[in-house]
């Protein structure tokens, strides 16, 4: 099982119909307020969202960004909210903690979105359509990045790697992306790591390889993130 584990970032975007979402009424200043009353937000602003799950389209108003709030849990444990944006027709909660908060924070939101109503008298937001995941997972395991790759493969890589070395001990450390394709679509564009759409799996940033500590991505969130953790150490362990 692996060890060290934190849960870096939770996101999850819950998308809407058309006309769903009414972006007019939640730019109002008065909405903005209590929204960032409501989870304490340090910054609160009528803008473009970042486009953390694809492409944001150009509307006016352009959405709303609230950043760095937080989240008392039940058993009250503070969740860091890095971001709460409204688009055209999605809603991204981004935490740094577990998915589960997410969903507690969106009930939260929808209940006081609930109380109010557009110019027209309809909602101000409906039910989503579909809610998409994604969540970042760093951890220590027992095997190098090397274990990914058949003897043949890695007797290879090693002597390229160690040609032109001179007195300098090498290691192999491949980045490994997985993308979900239709096979009989051309490929538009490749997953990299922060791809809310791709399963990456690296080396963490500012650790030495040594360590076995590895930087996770992907489309899932954080639970079924940690299943597929220990599912994938348990598969290299039985190689």
Do not use: C
């Given at each position: 099982?692996?060890?060290?584990?934190?849960?870096?970032?939770?996101?999850?975007?819950?998308?809407?119909?058309?006309?769903?979402?009414?972006?007019?009424?939640?730019?109002?200043?008065?909405?903005?307020?209590?929204?960032?009353?409501?989870?304490?937000?340090?910054?609160?602003?009528?803008?473009?969202?970042?486009?953390?799950?694809?492409?944001?389209?150009?509307?006016?108003p352009?959405?709303?960004?609230f950043n760095?709030?937080?989240?008392?849990?039940?058993?009250?444990?503070?969740?860091?909210?890095?971001?709460?944006?409204?688009?055209?027709?999605?809603?991204?909660?981004?935490?740094?903690?577990?998915?589960?908060?997410?969903?507690?924070?969106?009930?939260?939101?929808?209940?006081?979105?609930?109380?109010?109503?557009?110019?027209?008298?309809?909602?101000?937001?409906?039910?989503?359509?579909?809610?998409?995941?994604?969540?970042?997972?760093?951890?220590?395991?027992?095997?190098?990045?090397?274990?990914?790759?058949?003897?043949?493969?890695?007797?290879?890589?090693?002597?390229?790697?160690?040609?032109?070395?001179?007195?300098?001990?090498?290691?192999i450390?491949?980045?490994?992306?997985?993308?979900?394709?239709?096979?009989?679509?051309?490929v538009?564009?490749?997953?990299?790591?922060?791809?809310?759409?791709?399963?990456?799996?690296?080396?963490?940033?500012?650790?030495?390889?040594?360590?076995?500590?590895?930087?996770?991505?992907?489309?899932?969130?954080?639970?079924?993130?940690?299943?597929?953790?220990n599912e994938?150490?348990?598969?290299?362990?039985?190689?």
């Amino acid at each position: 099982m692996p060890e060290d584990i934190k849960v870096l970032a939770s996101r999850k975007a819950y998308e809407f119909h058309t006309d769903d979402l009414r972006l007019s009424t939640l730019s109002m200043k008065p909405v903005q307020v209590q929204i960032q009353q409501l989870f304490q937000f340090q910054a609160a602003a009528m803008g473009s969202p970042l486009p953390t799950f694809g492409n944001v389209p150009v509307t006016y108003p352009p959405g709303m960004v609230f950043n760095m709030g937080t989240w008392l849990t039940p058993d009250e444990q503070l969740i860091p909210i890095r971001l709460l944006h409204f688009e055209q027709r999605r809603v991204v909660i981004d935490v740094t903690g577990p998915s589960s908060a997410i969903t507690a924070i969106f009930e939260r939101l929808q209940q006081f979105l609930s109380e109010l109503q557009a110019a027209d008298g309809s909602p101000v937001i409906g039910k989503p359509e579909r809610i998409l995941d994604y969540s970042e997972i760093v951890a220590r395991f027992p095997f190098s990045l090397e274990s990914f790759f058949v003897p043949s493969l890695g007797n290879l890589f090693a002597r390229i790697a160690h040609k032109g070395a001179k007195n300098i001990k090498l290691s192999i450390a491949p980045m490994f992306v997985i993308q979900v394709l239709p096979e009989n679509e051309e490929v538009a564009a490749l997953g990299v790591p922060g791809d809310p759409y791709a399963f990456t799996f690296a080396l963490r940033t500012g650790t030495r390889p040594e360590e076995h500590i590895y930087a996770s991505n992907a489309p899932l969130d954080s639970e079924a993130h940690l299943s597929y953790l220990n599912e994938l150490e348990s598969s290299l362990r039985s190689e």
